[in-house]
């Protein structure tokens, strides 16, 4: 065989295997890379950094919830009962306010029928940089995110189309599982994580050591305020004022009263109100988003029967709080966030957190 015929063989036999390999994930496109699900597949929604960028640019839905683990749990039938939409749900599990942001803009550029967003702002990344960089996987340093997947740069999609692990796991599986009876997961199933997990106060108290109390108390920084803003603004705020016909309504997850006794030990309980009261400032006046915050619901947050852990409420709190959002109740706006201040400042500076410890229960013990 002359150098030239091998040559041309080598190669044709080398195109050949990538596109094997390439072909298959660009049909069927597990992660909605290219376009939405295909009529006769069933997919597994079950990797919500590889597939929520599809979801939100491909799938047919005139609403969004969207946000972290804390937005997991709610249901979109429900959503779509109370509100009148069709919506899906993408959930970022230890995601900061910049993934979530971004995530968003994709959503409403993609999809000019969107007329309803319902989105998480948590706590625990408030005091943030504005561009500060995804955080991965809840927090998990070994995660490498999958940037191919919503950088929008073509020459990158080789880790997508040539990956062996997705072709055999993903585009293969899906096929397997459509085959096996399969059908699409729903948006209620979606990264709902409940299942299978302990709630109440011993599962609580097992997830964590209380500190010791501190002697010093912090207030908020006028640059940590600045953050607050910066992150706010750009991340929440800016994106609303771009959309208005588009109704935001934005929402504080309720953590347990566990989560402030540890920052009250610690004594930075009154810098974390100090950051609410900043992010409300920043939302109340902006006329389409409908600002709702729940931390002086009592039978919540001081019932630990509706926790596995400080911060990580029960399907049935999820529930509770999308009935109240449609309700309007905990609504915040100009006329009455600063009695919420007001009150949650004294709940949670005020309260009596050794009783957490000593008894068996808080505030009762029947959960929502």
Not at 34 to 47: F, I, R, V
Not at 287 to 313: E, M, P, S, T
Request: net charge negative; charged share 25%.
């Amino acid at each position: 065989m002359d150098s030239r015929r091998f040559e041309r063989l080598f190669f044709g036999t080398a195109i050949l295997g990538l596109l094997a390999v390439a072909v298959p994930t660009v049909v069927i496109d597990p992660f909605f890379h290219y376009h939405g699900p295909l009529p006769g597949l069933a997919y597994e929604l079950k990797n919500e950094r590889y597939q929520n960028d599809g979801i939100l640019r491909y799938f047919s839905y005139d609403a969004v919830m969207i946000g972290t683990s804390m937005m997991a749990n709610f249901k979109t039938t429900e959503m779509d009962g109370l509100f009148g939409v069709d919506s899906v749900k993408v959930s970022y599990f230890g995601g900061n306010y910049k993934e979530i942001g971004d995530a968003l803009k994709v959503a409403l550029k993609a999809n000019p029928d969107i007329r309803m967003v319902l989105m998480t702002t948590d706590l625990s990344a408030l005091i943030q940089d504005k561009d500060a960089s995804y955080y991965g996987n809840a927090g998990d340093a070994s995660y490498v995110y999958p940037t191919f997947m919503i950088d929008g740069d073509p020459f990158t999609d080789v880790y997508y189309i040539l990956n062996k692990t997705i072709l055999l796991e993903d585009t293969l599986g899906t096929v397997r599982y459509t085959r096996a009876g399969g059908e699409t997961t729903s948006f209620d199933d979606y990264s709902f994580w409940e299942e299978g997990q302990v709630f109440g106060r011993e599962a609580v108290l097992a997830t964590y050591e209380r500190p010791p109390r501190s002697e010093l108390s912090f207030r908020m920084s006028e640059e940590d305020k600045e953050l607050v803003r910066g992150n706010v603004r750009q991340n929440v705020a800016d994106i609303a004022r771009a959309y208005p016909s588009v109704d935001f309504y934005v929402f504080i997850p309720p953590y347990s009263i566990c989560y402030w006794d540890v920052q009250h030990q610690n004594g930075i309980a009154e810098r974390d109100i100090d950051g609410m009261e900043v992010e409300i400032e920043e939302l109340v006046g902006i006329h389409n988003i409908r600002l709702f915050a729940f931390g002086d619901r009592q039978d919540i947050v001081c019932d630990l029967d509706n926790y596995k852990d400080q911060a990580h409420y029960s399907a049935a709190v999820n529930s509770e709080l999308l009935r109240c959002m449609a309700a309007g109740e905990g609504r915040l706006t100009k006329d009455n966030y600063q009695d919420y201040i007001r009150r949650i400042r004294e709940l949670y500076m005020g309260y009596d957190y050794d009783r957490i410890y000593v008894r068996p229960d808080i505030q009762g013990s029947s959960g929502l």
